[in-house]
């Protein structure tokens, strides 16, 4: 239909709502409440009036601004600002929305870059999207959830075969500011290409340049076509920011409840924990540890009890968070993170003498653990990971004597020469995600001794060998131990027959 045709039926389709208005009209008393602003600054607005506004009701201001009720006293209400224009000062008339908070969400998002309330941050147009989800929603309940049965690869090698993690879990990643918990999160997305999951970014809080090249990272490595980035960067106003993480859940959310795999990424929750203080701090809320207010537990108790995986009946979809937390000087046991580990089922802990010793990621296993994830593990991983994991804490514990001289046995020096190995193929540059048919290969020549007389200099070379074999093998999981392992005994062989 061209540019004449439609101005001509414009004035049918007004005609069309009016006489549909004018049907469905019903005479009745109808009350409106207007109320006044008596105050703003520092993203807070106190409002009188308004008798019948609850937590979470959208306010509407005369000059296009809008908030959110957060706080009821007796005679003001403290709101957060979410939208906010030079015209707002005190006296603007205040009405309560019909409506409640609500994001755009569905496959329109894909691929595209927004702030907590839908608006488009990549110069697209809004999201061509017909459905609508509410920011706050009850997690899902008890009989609503299935066990975490199916693997999520991240495709870092210390992760899937020592800390797993599985689709529906909660994992932590902590550790402190440099140490690559983001390098972390990003090569996770990325390594979901292919692997039927939609994933959502949830940048809080983060520099303009940061996430401009959190961004540029996605698109250039094909992950942006299957990701959603929520952005509330350091400028926005801080009731965006406190609102970013809900916002990013409810888009994975509606895709779990479609029956799709989700993964969220909270980057990070340290921040939002900061900012939901600073808002309570202006609301004059009292107090409580480290002046964060007494309901911080539950605030991110409610955003992460919403990611499980749900039964079949109600599609078997999934959402995965990965929330992302920030220690000070290695302070494990400070307030927000012991809160968070409490929720999750598990975490990873990035540490600073293992990064500043060279061993990337600078995952320190002693202090990580994954719940619930082994069960959702392939049994070909399952089985070839089982003790791996303890192996490796007792060569570190070994190692510890030959510092200082000691003599050792013939068994204990074999150990120590296999963690030595063991350590230098869990290493792994960022942004280089492995395939899981690969990470089998590699334990099995592990397990199977093949590797014990590798000098721990000689291992890159022989897993780029590995890599290459398996990838042209076309061999899956599901092959039995006995195949694979004469498939990678063969890879392994030198010209002498022997192996290296």
Excluded at 103 to 119: E, K, Q, S, Y
Excluded at 329 to 340: V, W
Excluded at 424 to 450: C, H, T, Y
Aim: charge should be negative; aromatic fraction near 6%; proline fraction near 5%.
């Amino acid at each position: 239909m061209n540019g004449d045709d439609a101005a001509a039926r414009r004035p049918a389709n007004l005609l069309t709502r009016q006489q549909d208005w004018l049907e469905h009209y019903r005479p009745q008393v109808r009350i409106t409440e207007q109320g006044r602003l008596v105050s703003v600054g520092d993203g807070i607005a106190w409002v009188s009036g308004l008798p019948t506004a609850a937590i979470d009701d959208v306010l509407l201001f005369a000059d296009g601004s809008r908030g959110l009720v957060f706080d009821l006293n007796q005679e003001l209400i403290g709101a957060i600002l979410l939208q906010a224009t030079d015209a707002l000062t005190a006296g603007t008339r205040v009405h309560l929305s019909p409506t409640p908070l609500s994001i755009p969400v569905g496959d329109a998002l894909l691929g595209r870059v927004i702030d907590p309330l839908g608006n488009p941050l990549d110069g697209e147009g809004f999201p061509d999207s017909s459905r609508w989800q509410r920011l706050e929603h009850r997690s899902p309940a008890i009989v609503e959830r299935d066990f975490v049965h199916r693997p999520l690869y991240t495709g870092i090698k210390v992760i899937d075969t020592l800390i797993p993690v599985g689709h529906g879990q909660r994992q932590l990643l902590i550790g402190d500011e440099g140490l690559g918990r983001s390098a972390l999160a990003l090569d996770t997305v990325i390594n979901q290409r292919g692997q039927q999951t939609l994933c959502v970014y949830v940048l809080i809080g983060q520099k303009r340049s940061t996430v401009v090249d959190t961004i540029n990272l996605l698109r250039d490595h094909g992950a942006l076509e299957y990701t959603t980035v929520v952005v509330a960067e350091a400028s926005a106003l801080p009731g965006l920011q406190h609102l970013a993480p809900f916002a990013g859940c409810a888009i994975a959310e509606c895709w779990m409840r479609t029956g799709h795999h989700t993964l969220v990424i909270y980057d990070d929750l340290s921040t939002h924990a900061k900012t939901y203080r600073e808002l309570s701090l202006l609301l004059r809320r009292p107090p409580g540890r480290e002046a964060y207010p007494g309901d911080i537990f539950s605030v991110h108790a409610r955003l992460l009890e919403r990611a499980t995986c749900l039964e079949p009946a109600l599609g078997g979809g999934s959402m995965t968070a990965l929330p992302i937390v920030e220690t000070r000087l290695g302070e494990i046991a400070a307030y927000i993170p012991t809160n968070l580990i409490s929720i999750t089922d598990g975490q990873i802990y990035l540490d600073a003498e293992l990064f500043a010793g060279g061993f990337r990621p600078a995952i320190d296993i002693g202090k990580s653990v994954s719940r619930i994830g082994g069960r959702a593990q392939h049994a070909s991983i399952k089985q070839e990971a089982g003790r791996m994991k303890l192996d490796y804490l007792q060569f570190l514990e070994l190692e510890l004597f030959t510092r200082f001289g000691a003599r050792l046995e013939a068994s204990m020096e074999k150990s120590i020469r296999r963690g030595r190995v063991l350590r230098e193929i869990l290493k792994q540059e960022r942004l280089s995600p492995v395939s899981i048919e690969f990470q089998l290969a590699w334990m099995l020549a592990f397990n199977d001794g093949l590797l014990d007389d590798l000098p721990p200099a000689g291992v890159a070379s022989i897993l780029q060998q590995l890599e290459r074999r398996t990838a042209e093998s076309g061999l899956t999981l599901d092959d039995g131990r006995e195949r694979w392992s004469s498939a990678v005994g063969s890879w392994l062989k030198t010209e002498d027959g022997t192996a290296p």
